[in-house]
């Protein structure tokens, strides 16, 4: 039967503080990548209020098999009695309401289930007047959290706090948990978003690990300050390294992080992020410091880095940018190591920038500079760098006017060098015109560079005004052909896409200009086809030449590229390309002097959804040698184990060829376990370059990563007094443990972390559809 009737009365300090909690630890972030995701089962409650009203109010409905009521103060129900409001709902065997006093007393196989929790007792007791709610012999699970345990009492105060007596908290599903936490006593916020826990016992198996008078731990995805993951590492290089960090919740929009870093063989390191986030501003500042560096004996001086970022808009049109980052000597990411950057980096980023973006025009000022590491040659800083840029429409063809223009100060690094002010105004017609089937763009520009140079030194070749305008024509075009083909009982699109450039810029004499921010660029298959051969523009390279390229594709019934092959090279007429030759940048195997370049192939053939093949090469026929090459090839066996190698080479860098294969794996072994593996090699000096090899094993509720690594040393400054104390290759293991569901998250931690730890790093192919 139905008893209703409108009660003043309800569950109002139950509710407030275990549907929080509950909301709070359902918010679960959701694993990055599919390929990492674990599946955990976790518990699902049906409504145990079958057949009852919604009830859209604050009134409570009851249904049981017998009821009745004492002199209109005392309600009592029995057999599977049901009571619901609008927010919360009780299954019990026996349940009694005392209007006079606003208590409930039920008894009896009780479930009572919230928003997001389910609480299983043997008896409940819940005061109004008191404002408390009382069970015993209980356990809780969070619905759709794996979040749960038990209690030999649970109350939930006045200020909506839930304390548990007697009473222990996990996150692992087997009967017998991995872990869990067996405490006297363990409180959980009213705000859902931390619990505490009074005389502890961290349990592995329900064997006692180690005892923790307190601890304060998150329930929630939601900041709160504390220490994080601790990490132990061994390394050749540092020796044994162990780091705690500690999170600071600042404010709602401000953050830390400091880590105390010890490393036997050098002493105590203090790393710290400051997060900010206001209105459209965002940026965060990192400082690592170590006072002395115990393994180097010879000097004193402390070693840091430091950096700062920032991302800003001001309005719709403005956009700030400042990456900043400066170190107190050269090997610092060699010896020490940093999460900013790779070990193997050659510069760190001086960059600050504002940039306003119009509809038809745009500009940029920027103040940039790079402390270059190692052995080099001096650098330059643009004080400042000044861009500007404009487009308008014109009715001739679909044309357009286009207009750049820049003005740079170029500031030396050291003393006795040259220093330059350039401007550059660069102004033509484009004329784009695109079908379908083909498509033809033409461009007419008149180029303008004017150098004012200072400090030159009495024998150079170099002028202190130097004036140079220089017209560029450039005409590029191409067709599209395509065609069905069956094959092997398959229907493809076949395509052939052949196109030809012409390129013309007079020849003149740019040996009176310094070098400043220009080098040579690649002549891979897409290079061949740009306007210029260096970046910057202290070099404008002469060009009366044509390209031509062509490509040909197949693809299936999906229009899923299955192969592409490139092929293209560029062909010089006259003898205009000569006269840089003897430049200091032209070191590019004489093609120019040969009247063509070298051939640039691209290859791609994806064989089937688990093979790729990918390479590029640019090849002199007439010498018969390589200049670059690198082949790819991946295996996705599945989504959980691939298998890459790759070969690559250079013919000069810095005088010295390059020559590398690399053979990297990951395999999930089973369930729980995964492996990632990573060999490169180096085929001209008969070497290895670096050894990885990472176990992990992760369940439901922990996971732990053990994981070996062996990679060269880099020695960026031969000079240096530590030169001596430095190993060739820093080796090393380290071990990471986390126990899920005591920092508010419950998602796979996945190997992305294991592929990233590498000198040359992982790229997956973009066509595996993994």
């Not at 009896?108 to 007792?121: M, T, V």
């Not at 009967?175 to 978003?193: F, H, M, R, T, Y």
């Not at 092929?567 to 093609?591: F, K, M, W």
């Not at 126990?739 to 973009?766: A, C, H, N, V, W």
């Given at each position: 039967?139905?008893?209703?009737?409108?009660?003043?009365?309800?569950?109002?300090?139950?509710?407030?503080?275990?549907s929080k909690i509950a909301q709070a630890n359902a918010e679960i972030?959701?694993?990055?990548?599919?390929?990492?995701?674990?599946?955990?089962?976790?518990?699902?409650?049906?409504?145990?209020?079958?057949?009852?009203?919604?009830?859209?109010?604050?009134?409570?409905?009851?249904?049981?098999?017998?009821?009745?009521?004492?002199?209109?103060?005392?309600?009592?129900?029995?057999?599977?009695?049901?009571?619901?409001?609008?927010?919360?709902?009780?299954?019990?065997?026996?349940?009694?309401?005392?209007?006079?006093?606003?208590?409930?007393?039920?008894?009896?196989?009780?479930?009572?289930?919230?928003?997001?929790?389910?609480?299983?007792?043997?008896?409940l007791n819940a005061s109004k007047i008191d404002k408390s709610t009382?069970?015993?012999?209980?356990?809780?699970?969070?619905?759709?959290?794996?979040?749960?345990?038990?209690?030999?009492?649970?109350?939930?105060?006045?200020?909506?706090?839930?304390?548990?007596?007697?009473?222990?908290?996990?996150?692992?599903?087997?009967?017998?948990?991995?872990?869990?936490?067996?405490?006297?006593?363990?409180?959980?916020?009213?705000?859902?978003?931390?619990?505490?826990?009074?005389?502890?016992?961290?349990?592995?198996?329900?064997?006692?690990?180690?005892?923790?008078?307190?601890?304060?731990?998150?329930?929630?995805?939601?900041?709160?300050?504390?220490?994080?993951?601790?990490?132990?590492?061994?390394?050749?290089?540092?020796?044994?390294?162990?780091?705690?960090?500690?999170?600071?919740?600042?404010?709602?929009?401000?953050?830390?992080?400091?880590?105390?870093?010890?490393?036997?063989?050098?002493?105590?390191?203090?790393?710290?992020?400051?997060?900010?986030?206001?209105?459209?501003?965002?940026?965060?500042?990192?400082?690592?410091?170590?006072?002395?560096?115990?393994?180097?004996?010879?000097?004193?001086?402390?070693?840091?880095?430091?950096?700062?970022?920032?991302?800003?808009?001001?309005?719709?049109?403005?956009?700030?940018?400042?990456?900043?980052?400066?170190?107190?000597?050269?090997?610092?990411?060699?010896?020490?190591?940093?999460?900013?950057?790779?070990?193997?980096?050659?510069?760190?980023?001086?960059?600050?920038?504002?940039?306003?973006?119009?509809?038809?025009?745009?500009?940029?000022?920027?103040?940039?500079?790079?402390?270059?590491?190692?052995?080099?040659?001096?650098?330059?800083?643009?004080?400042?760098?000044?861009?500007?840029?404009?487009?308008?429409?014109?009715?001739?063809?679909?044309?357009?006017?286009?207009?750049?223009?820049?003005?740079?100060?170029?500031?030396?690094?050291?003393?006795?060098?040259?220093?330059?002010?350039?401007?550059?105004?660069?102004?033509?017609?484009?004329?784009?015109?695109?079908?379908?089937?083909?498509?033809?763009?033409?461009?007419?520009?008149?180029?303008?560079?004017?150098?004012?140079?200072?400090?030159?030194?009495?024998?150079?070749?170099?002028?202190?005004?130097?004036?140079?305008?220089?017209?560029?024509?450039?005409?590029?075009?191409?067709?599209?052909?395509?065609?069905?083909?069956?094959?092997?009982?398959?229907?493809?699109?076949?395509?052939?896409?052949?196109?030809?450039?012409?390129?013309?810029?007079?020849?003149?004499?740019?040996?009176?200009?310094?070098?400043?921010?220009?080098?040579?660029?690649?002549?891979?298959?897409?290079?061949?086809?740009?306007?210029?051969?260096?970046?910057?523009?202290?070099?404008?390279?002469?060009?009366?030449?044509?390209?031509?390229?062509?490509?040909?594709?197949?693809?299936?019934?999906?229009?899923?590229?299955?192969?592409?092959?490139?092929?293209?090279?560029?062909?010089?007429?006259?003898?205009?390309?000569?006269?840089?030759?003897?430049?200091?940048?032209?070191?590019?195997?004489?093609?120019?002097?040969?009247?063509?370049?070298?051939?640039?192939?691209?290859?791609?053939?994806?064989?089937?959804?688990?093979?790729?093949?990918s390479a590029d090469i640019q090849y002199n026929t007439l010498e018969?040698?390589?200049?670059?090459?690198?082949?790819?090839?991946?295996?996705?066996?599945?989504?959980?184990?691939?298998?890459?190698?790759?070969?690559?080479?250079?013919?000069?860098?810095?005088?010295?060829?390059?020559?590398?294969?690399?053979?990297?794996?990951?395999?999930?072994?089973?369930?729980?376990?995964?492996?990632?593996?990573?060999?490169?090699?180096?085929?001209?000096?008969?070497?290895?370059?670096?050894?990885?090899?990472?176990?992990?094993?992760?369940?439901?509720?922990?996971?732990?990563?053990?994981?070996?690594?062996?990679?060269?040393?880099?020695?960026?400054?031969?000079?240096?007094?530590?030169?001596?104390?430095?190993?060739?290759?820093?080796?090393?293991?380290?071990?990471?443990?986390?126990?899920?569901?005591?920092?508010?998250?419950?998602?796979?931690?996945?190997?992305?972390?294991?592929?990233?730890?590498?000198?040359?790093?992982?790229?997956?192919?973009?066509?595996?559809?993994?």
């Amino acid at each position: 039967m139905f008893f209703s009737r409108s009660f003043n009365f309800t569950l109002v300090a139950l509710l407030a503080c275990c549907s929080k909690i509950a909301q709070a630890n359902a918010e679960i972030k959701k694993p990055a990548s599919e390929a990492e995701v674990m599946i955990c089962s976790l518990p699902v409650f049906d409504d145990i209020a079958i057949g009852i009203p919604e009830v859209i109010n604050d009134n409570i409905r009851i249904s049981s098999r017998h009821a009745s009521i004492q002199q209109d103060q005392i309600a009592q129900f029995s057999g599977s009695v049901i009571m619901v409001d609008k927010s919360q709902k009780i299954i019990a065997d026996q349940l009694a309401f005392n209007r006079l006093k606003m208590q409930i007393e039920a008894v009896g196989n009780i479930h009572y289930q919230g928003k997001q929790i389910n609480i299983f007792a043997d008896t409940l007791n819940a005061s109004k007047i008191d404002k408390s709610t009382q069970m015993t012999s209980a356990s809780y699970q969070l619905d759709g959290n794996p979040g749960h345990g038990t209690a030999q009492t649970l109350s939930i105060n006045g200020d909506g706090t839930l304390s548990l007596v007697d009473s222990t908290f996990t996150t692992c599903l087997q009967d017998v948990p991995d872990w869990q936490i067996k405490a006297s006593e363990i409180n959980l916020s009213a705000s859902g978003n931390f619990g505490e826990a009074y005389h502890a016992q961290f349990r592995v198996l329900d064997v006692p690990i180690f005892y923790v008078p307190y601890f304060s731990f998150p329930i929630s995805k939601d900041r709160l300050s504390g220490f994080l993951y601790p990490e132990l590492t061994t390394s050749t290089n540092s020796g044994i390294e162990f780091s705690a960090p500690f999170y600071w919740n600042i404010a709602e929009n401000y953050d830390a992080t400091i880590t105390p870093r010890y490393m036997s063989k050098r002493g105590l390191q203090v790393q710290t992020e400051f997060r900010y986030l206001h209105d459209m501003q965002s940026g965060k500042i990192d400082l690592e410091y170590l006072d002395n560096d115990k393994a180097i004996k010879s000097n004193d001086d402390p070693r840091y880095l430091a950096r700062f970022q920032h991302v800003g808009t001001f309005s719709e049109d403005f956009r700030a940018y400042v990456d900043y980052t400066t170190i107190s000597d050269d090997n610092y990411l060699v010896d020490i190591g940093s999460k900013q950057y790779n070990s193997n980096d050659a510069y760190l980023y001086q960059t600050g920038e504002l940039a306003y973006f119009g509809e038809q025009w745009q500009t940029t000022v920027k103040l940039q500079d790079f402390e270059v590491l190692g052995d080099h040659e001096s650098s330059y800083k643009t004080l400042p760098h000044i861009e500007f840029s404009a487009q308008q429409p014109v009715n001739f063809l679909s044309g357009q006017f286009e207009l750049y223009s820049e003005m740079t100060s170029f500031q030396a690094s050291e003393k006795g060098q040259v220093e330059a002010n350039r401007y550059h105004v660069e102004a033509g017609f484009t004329l784009p015109i695109v079908r379908p089937a083909w498509f033809l763009n033409s461009e007419v520009k008149l180029m303008h560079t004017y150098y004012q140079q200072d400090n030159i030194a009495a024998d150079s070749a170099l002028e202190e005004t130097v004036n140079r305008t220089l017209p560029k024509v450039r005409i590029h075009g191409g067709i599209n052909f395509d065609r069905e083909l069956v094959a092997f009982g398959q229907s493809y699109r076949h395509t052939l896409e052949p196109q030809l450039q012409y390129l013309y810029v007079p020849e003149t004499d740019q040996s009176n200009i310094g070098l400043y921010d220009t080098t040579l660029l690649q002549d891979d298959f897409h290079g061949i086809f740009r306007d210029t051969s260096y970046s910057g523009l202290d070099r404008i390279a002469a060009a009366n030449q044509y390209t031509w390229g062509i490509t040909s594709r197949l693809l299936d019934e999906e229009n899923l590229e299955i192969i592409r092959l490139s092929l293209g090279r560029i062909q010089y007429l006259g003898n205009e390309n000569t006269d840089l030759a003897n430049d200091v940048l032209l070191t590019d195997n004489g093609d120019i002097n040969n009247n063509q370049s070298s051939v640039a192939a691209d290859l791609f053939y994806r064989i089937n959804h688990q093979w790729q093949v990918s390479a590029d090469i640019q090849y002199n026929t007439l010498e018969d040698f390589t200049n670059k090459g690198q082949v790819n090839l991946d295996y996705q066996i599945d989504k959980y184990n691939l298998i890459q190698v790759n070969h690559r080479y250079t013919r000069d860098v810095s005088g010295d060829s390059l020559e590398q294969v690399s053979l990297l794996t990951s395999v999930a072994i089973n369930e729980n376990w995964a492996f990632v593996g990573r060999l490169t090699q180096d085929l001209q000096q008969n070497r290895s370059l670096e050894s990885y090899a990472g176990f992990q094993y992760e369940s439901c509720c922990w996971a732990v990563r053990i994981a070996y690594h062996r990679h060269i040393n880099s020695n960026l400054d031969p000079n240096s007094s530590a030169t001596e104390d430095r190993e060739e290759f820093d080796t090393g293991i380290s071990i990471k443990f986390i126990i899920k569901g005591l920092d508010g998250k419950q998602s796979t931690i996945g190997t992305q972390e294991m592929f990233d730890k590498s000198i040359f790093g992982y790229k997956r192919p973009y066509y595996l559809q993994n």
